[in-house]
Every structure is written in C-alpha cells, then in structure tokens.
C-alpha cells in the first residue's frame, strides 16, 4: 500500500452504528478479542478469552493466531501455579508492529512522538523555538523533517507508523483546517494540503485515518484518560503554554462540542475591561495566567527567558521564596480559579488537572486556584472539588495524540492485518 499524508477525517468518536459498514465475521471477532487483551488487568488466556467472549474456544485459538501472526499480540510466561496440569500464557499486546505518531505545533516548541500499541513512548524529540514569525508551511516541513527521523528510528525499534495526529493550539475544522489559532497567527491554515507537499510517512492501513488534526488540549485530555494508573473518567485537563486550553472527559469520553471547538477556557473573562487579548477580547484568562503573562508578572524578561526554562525558573524562584515570583504565581491561580470555578459550576466536574507548564507550577498555584473554587462553586462545601498536576505533563498532547492512533488499531485490527498479510 502506499503511504499517504493526506486528511481522512478528524472526529475522535466512533461513528454511529448505521453508518458503520458490516464487518465480516472473522473482523468482528478479531476486534473483540483485541479488545479483551488489551483491557485485561492481567495477561489472559486462550481459555479466558473464550469464556469472555463467548466465542468457541477454536475461533478464539484461530483468532489469536492471526493476531499472534500480525505482531498484534505476544504471548507472555505463564504465571505460577499450584494446581495440576500446564500452566497456561498469556496474551498482551505487542510492543512491536504497528504504532501511533503524535505531532505538536505550539507557540515555542515542535514535538513528535511514537507510541506503541502498549501505551509506550518509544521515540520523544522536541524543537524548541518561537514559532510565531514563522510561516505555518515552514512549521509544518519541519515538523516533517522530525516526523522522518522518528519513523527511521520507529523501523529500528520494529515499528511500522501506521496513522498520524497533530495536536495545535487552536480551533480545527472537520476538514483538519486550522480556522484560528491566535497564539500562532494562524487562520484558515490548510494543514492536510500543506503536509501533501512532502514526502509520504505514513503506511495506509484500512480503516485507520492517516492524519487526524484536532486542539492540543483535546489531545492532551485524551492522554491523560489512558495513562497508567488510570485516574477519573469524568475531569477537566487544562494546558498552561503561551495560551490555555482545557479538554474535557464526561464519563470516560472527550466532550467536544458541537463543532469539536470546546475547552477554549484561555478566553474566558476573568477580568471585562482588563487587557487587550490576541483573540481580539479583552481580560481573557490568558492575559493573566498565560506563560507569558506570570513570566512578565514576576519580572523576568521573556527575550532572555528560553522557553523550555521558563516554568522551571519560575518554580526555582518560587522554591526560592522570592517575592515576585510567589506574587506572579498567586495571581496567576487566583485568575486561573475564577475560570475554572465557572466551569466546575457549569459541568458538575469534581477533578480539575493541572498540565503543560502548570503541572510543574502546581505547588503555588493549587492554593489560590482552591481558595477560589471554595468561595465560588456552589457546591464546594459538601463536594469538594480535586486539583492536581498531569501525569503526562508537557508531553501529553503529543503522546495522547500518538496513543489515539494506536487505539485505533487496536479497534480495528483487520486493516493491519489485510496490509501485513
């Protein structure tokens, strides 16, 4: 099959059931046995699938087969036992094969990032640069160019990239157009036709979109859903940058909105008449608890400030106990908390997660953020909401980007399966 960079959809939900073609037999029962393994607590066995399933115990035998032949599954040592008789192996999910690509655009940095079909970063690299005066065209080639040496070292490893999603900071239309994302400057960006201009990365696989465009908040949510341990399913994950964005997971689903443009929290007012926003608002959230806004709050200059040090500067002064970055930072979640306050009252969420450069923020910024939720959410007195910092931190739009293309696969196995065969 050849490769392809092209858009093939953007939506993260399944489609309804009547607009999914009938599957053969055999696609059906290869997905639900996948299933099975991978959300097993322990490595099951043939006989357990069957019992799962309901499935005989020969179309299991027949479907982890092909499962095994795919490099989809590998069978795992037995556990001990005491009983009479053979012990039984396991299956697990295989660590070579097929696997997701996550790319990020952000306002001062580039990341892409391979994921196997076991939820494993297995390549991470990451450009650090302002990307605001730069043409999203010459963003985008190089994000390729990074894209090309983590497939090159994704093949050494026994990895097959098999689907792309790019995570950015804005609002993306269902044709993967980027409509706005103010931060960057970019509006009505073409990012599907623009990537078509370079080589192919990506092994089309049936079934499996080969280049998913969505927010990074959205991405970064998802990530945090299906990390390891497992944490709520229903939450709010806001990503502290340059800008703001929030995802949001009712029930163990992303919640996207209408026209997928949910979580723009960074836009919020928290103060009317305050200051002038790149959106063309004003008093946004952004302007006061963006990265740049305590940067400046706590008197450092962000021309001398490289981005991948600015949080951790701000979290040594503020280890530090100097004044104006515990002042920045107090400010900072105390706006911070007026948003999410809103929020909380609006959705009835009770776990708020702090990611991107909050998570490392989240020693000074928990308490204001608390003290306003405490006097603002209606319930707060008898349903106490949690704050805490991500799992994935920094990474987690990136990595839950990559991580939803190999969920994918193992949705869908067949078309891996058809390609391999």
Known sequence: MPAVWHCQGVSLTHAPAGAVRQGSLRELNLALVLGRIAAAHRPPSRADLATATGLTRATVSAVVEDLLAGRLVSESD????????RPARGLVLADQGPAGLGLEVNV??????????????????????????????DALAKLVEMAGAARDDAA??????????????GLVDDTGV????????????????????HPPLIEQVPGIPALVVDNEANFAALGELHSRPPGPSSFLHISGEVGIGAGIVLDGALFRGVRGWSGEIGHLPVHPEGRPCRCGGQGCLEQYAGQEAIVAAAGLAQAELPADTATARLAELAEAGDADALRALHDAGTALGVAVASVVNLLDLDTVVLGGGYAALAPWLCPPLLAEIAGRVLTAAWSPVTVRPSTLGAEAAAVGAAGSVARRIVAQPAGWLARSA
């Open 78 to 85: 037995p556990a001990p036992r005491s009983g009479a008789g």
């Open 108 to 137: 001062d940095y580039l990341t892409v990032c391979v994921v196997d079909l076991t939820g494993q970063v297995r390549h991470r690299t990451v450009h650090r640069a302002d990307l605001r005066p730069v043409a999203p065209a």
């Open 178 to 197: 980027v409509r706005l994302a103010p931060n960057l400057g970019w509006r009505d960006v073409p990012v599907p036709a623009l990537l078509a201009e």
């Open 156 to 169: 050494g490893q026994g990895l097959t990239l098999v689907g792309a999603a790019l995570a950015v900071p």
